[in-house]
């Protein structure tokens, strides 16, 4: 008679089985942690990339800061021309009234250009501002007075005639400045208009061109309104 004994056998296949299951339970934990590291990865990956988009988005509103600051001053100060006018003094009574000239003059000026200043000078103001007057001095001898024909011109012994209208300000583009001139030169009662000076300059970081021009007003002419 044969005995086989069955222990052993049924030992090793239930070690078997519980290796089996055992090695089953590792894969489905370490399939579980592969995904949450490549879930982790790939989130980390858009965190940076977006973290990246922010900082390029904070570098161009910085970048354009400037602008945006120097626009702002742009529109406060051109609000101010109003106030810087009435401090012309001594507009004579054959002159036009000064709530014209500043309609005239705001509606000269282009859009990239601010004013600072808006000054009435006589010719002793502009000797003493070493303005060169030659050129003025040629112009306004071109311009009949007092029905004289062009280069017999008496002038004005009254030193204090206030004749010449300084404007000064900025500009973003270079051309603005003479397409405001040009516009300057189409008020009539503006008989010359000329650029004294003109210069790079920064506001900020942001560089503009300063600008000074000379507007010749004759005191006996009987001016209408543009």
């Not at 005191?219 to 309104?225: C, E, G, I, P």
Request: with cysteine; proline share 3%; glycine share 4%.
């Amino acid at each position: 008679m044969i005995k086989i004994n069955l222990h052993d056998y049924r030992e090793e296949l239930k070690k078997s089985t519980i290796q089996k299951q055992a090695l089953m339970s590792a894969s489905l934990v370490m399939g579980c942690v592969f995904i949450i590291l490549v879930s982790f990865l790939i989130e980390k990956s858009r965190i940076s990339k977006v973290n990246m988009e922010v900082a390029d988005l904070k570098s161009q509103v910085n970048a354009l800061q400037g602008e945006v600051n120097l626009v702002k001053a742009m529109q406060a100060k051109q609000r101010r021309v109003g106030t810087i006018l009435t401090g012309i003094e001594g507009l004579r009574a054959n002159q036009m009234q000064a709530t014209q000239t500043l309609y005239d003059v705001n509606l000269s000026v282009p859009d990239e250009i601010w004013l600072t200043k808006i000054n009435q000078m006589n010719r002793q103001d502009l000797t003493n501002g070493k303005v060169p007057t030659i050129f003025i001095d040629n112009s306004v001898s071109n311009i009949a007075t007092n029905g004289k024909p062009a280069g017999t011109v008496t002038r004005n012994p009254n030193t204090a005639a206030r004749e010449f209208l300084l404007l000064e300000g900025h500009a973003l583009e270079d051309d603005a400045v003479a397409r405001f001139v040009e516009r300057l030169e189409e008020i009539p009662y503006f008989k010359m208009v000329f650029l004294y000076k003109t210069e790079l300059a920064l506001i900020g970081k942001t560089k503009v061109r300063k600008f000074s021009i000379y507007c010749y007003m004759p005191v006996n002419q009987n001016k209408t309104a543009a």
